[in-house]
């Protein structure tokens, strides 16, 4: 399994349509995708304009697919790029699942 998770600093005032497109892409992205296991998003609500994504992928062939997508294209690397100001990338091995 890959593992990734992405710390995102919005530009100012930027949360809420930032959101919004996260909540657009998770169905016809993530949710249609087979070798997508999980894709999680979460706010701060003591932080604003960040977001941090955790998602989860069968394996590398699965994260290509997924970032290949016309979904992602059009959304992410479309329109939710013009929402960060700084994105990290960090590949995670899972250690312990319950």
Do not use: C, N, W
């Not at 930027?14 to 999980?38: D, K, N, Y």
């Not at 992928?57 to 699965?62: M, N, V």
């Amino acid at each position: 399994m890959l593992s990734k998770v992405f710390p995102i600093k919005l530009k100012d005032g930027m949360q809420a349509r930032a959101e919004e497109i996260v909540r657009e892409f998770a169905p016809i992205g993530p949710g249609a995708e087979e070798g997508t296991l999980s894709f999680r998003v979460y706010r701060d609500p003591a932080k604003p304009d960040y977001l941090l994504f955790v998602e989860h992928f069968a394996d590398q062939a699965a994260y290509d697919a997924h970032t290949g997508s016309p979904a992602y294209q059009e959304l992410i690397a479309g329109q939710f790029a013009g929402t960060i100001l700084e994105v990290v990338e960090i590949d995670h091995e899972l250690l312990v699942a319950i």
